[in-house]
């Protein structure tokens, strides 16, 4: 909810348009270009159309449209919402649609979601192929063929998964044998007394998943999901399967400039490169290069710590929610001081689920089900939480979450040093480096001292109590970083989740979390109802 309608609107007017906020003259009608950008918005990551607002010499003044016009506009805009002939869905409710008069000019703000993954694609017409539109840095554009297919494929995902659909001509010599028994060994490992351990080989893929009969068609064979986690390459690669599929991981350690890698794992044709072998082969590289010591259980070594178990789940959670459909390479790149997990496609939920772990749909659940069974890879939500975690225990940074469009990947960054563990809620000191606030800086009370020296001892309370002071307008997190000379790192990954979770914070663009251009604002609270 939006407290102070006519702030806000101000506040959008005197920014510029980005990928996630769009102003649109209307003194001549709604104009079409209004819908093209409703499709793209709820087709990426949502965004806040403002309707009234024209621009000359890249400087943005009000339309000047009257209050009758402002009526006829937003009367317009629900007939088309709901008229399958001008746009295939709206998710707009009421409240979403908001007139504002400022100084005597009218406004009218559009606050578009994104569209969950069932009903995109979200296009205009009847017809989605050349009527449906994406978001960019640059603005709208139309989305190709095969980006509308995908969205189709993942609308429909739950009728029949991508993994679970069945390859006619597959045959058990498909199968790369090393890598069943190597499944097999560790399946019995976790569940020694379990009866599938009785079953040949045939029919044990046939319950796993890895082997099924369509009852309504009769017809039977491998999934994709047994081929891509136990197949041989070639088997995986055959047009029939996944042509595009490739997985690389790249360890760039060295502090020769002129390396590109300092060690490599991909599909070489040395080595079977299905899911398995690839998983087994990057996790035994990233839990060596951990800078994490092994933790103990009395006087014996447990092999996995948070921080493992952390690097482990996020390795789960790129393979089992890749787009094995979409041209793009799973990619996973280890440098000195983080770890990218890198696949092609886009979330089927948004990055606000992903962190809160309230929602979890796997594009790939036959694929989850196999690393399940071993003990790797949670259901409903939990990976995630099992991520952040690690994060949390080691005082690393939160885990950064990162969609990209053209072409659609999802990176998921694990940062594994902290400059500011310093501030972690256990602990009062600060680095001797950290620095007082500018002293040019007016922006905070003159009286004010609680930052005044260098080495000032800051705990969490203090430090948000900071960022409260400096949220009395809207104002982005390299800002807030910049005045409390704490990394941009730190601000967006631990203090300002929390301040969210409590309510002592509101965002300038709700519906479009991932903003670069996102900034925040306090809540009006009081703070001695607030459990800090």
Not at 25 to 33: D, N, R, V
Not at 34 to 60: P, Q, R
Not at 307 to 316: G, K, M, N, Q
């Amino acid at each position: 909810m939006i407290s102070d309608t006519k702030r806000y609107i101000k506040q959008l007017i005197s920014g510029s348009e980005n990928s996630e906020i769009e102003f649109k003259s209307a003194k001549g009608g709604l104009p079409e270009s209004f819908w093209e950008t409703f499709s793209a918005f709820a087709n990426t990551n949502g965004g806040i159309i403002v309707l009234g607002i024209k621009e000359k010499n890249g400087i943005f003044y009000p339309d000047g449209f009257d209050k009758q016009q402002l009526q006829t506009y937003k009367k317009r805009f629900w007939d088309c919402a709901h008229n399958k002939e001008k746009v295939s869905a709206t998710m707009l409710t009421e409240r979403d649609v908001i007139d504002a008069e400022i100084d005597g000019n009218f406004f009218l703000l559009f606050r578009i979601p994104r569209a969950s993954y069932d009903i995109r694609p979200v296009f205009l017409t009847r017809n989605p192929f050349g009527n449906t539109f994406k978001r960019n840095h640059e603005g709208d554009y139309h989305c190709t063929d095969s980006e509308i297919r995908q969205m189709f494929a993942d609308a429909h995902h739950s009728t029949l998964p991508f993994d679970n659909q069945i390859l006619p001509n597959y045959s058990i010599s498909d199968i790369d044998t090393e890598t069943l028994r190597g499944y097999r060994q560790r399946f019995i490992l976790r569940k020694n007394n379990h009866p599938w351990n009785e079953l040949d080989d045939f029919n044990f893929l046939c319950k796993i998943g890895a082997y099924r009969v369509d009852r309504e068609s009769g017809q039977e064979g491998f999934t994709r999901a047994g081929i891509l986690m136990f197949g041989k390459t070639e088997s995986i690669t055959d047009q029939a399967c996944c042509p595009w599929y490739f997985v690389d991981y790249q360890e760039k350690l060295s502090n020769n400039m002129n390396e590109r890698w300092s060690d490599r794992i991909y599909a070489d044709s040395s080595w079977n490169s299905n899911l398995y072998q690839f998983f087994f082969k990057v996790y035994n590289k990233l839990a060596q290069t951990l800078p994490v010591p092994f933790s103990l259980n009395g006087i014996e070594r447990t092999e996995e710590t948070a921080a493992h178990i952390a690097i482990r789940e996020a390795l789960v959670n790129s393979l089992v929610h890749s787009s094995y459909a979409e041209q793009g390479n799973i990619v996973i790149i280890r440098e000195k001081d983080k770890i990218i997990f890198r696949n092609p496609g886009r979330m089927l939920i948004t990055i606000d689920d992903f962190y809160s772990g309230s929602q979890s749909v796997c594009r790939n659940p036959i694929i989850q089900k196999f690393f399940i069974q071993l003990g790797y890879g949670e259901k409903a939500g939990s990976g995630a939480d099992y991520i952040i975690k690690g994060c949390r225990e080691n005082q690393w940074h939160m885990p950064e979450l990162i969609e990209n469009v053209q072409p659609d990947t999802v990176s998921l960054y694990l940062y594994m040093s902290d400059n500011d563990t310093s501030l972690d809620s256990n602990d009062t000191s600060l680095d001797s480096n950290d620095t007082s606030l500018d002293s040019n800086d007016t922006s905070l009370d003159s009286n004010d001292t609680s930052l005044d020296k260098v080495g000032q001892r800051l705990n969490r309370d203090t430090l948000i109590n900071k960022v409260l002071e400096l949220c009395e307008d809207w104002i982005t997190i390299d800002e807030i970083s910049e005045k409390v000379g704490k990394s941009h790192q730190y601000i967006r990954g631990k203090i300002i989740p929390e301040m969210l979770k409590l309510g002592l914070l509101e965002k300038l663009y709700p519906e479009a979390s991932t903003s670069p251009n996102q900034k925040y604002r306090k809540q009006n609270i009081d703070m001695k109802e607030v459990n800090l």
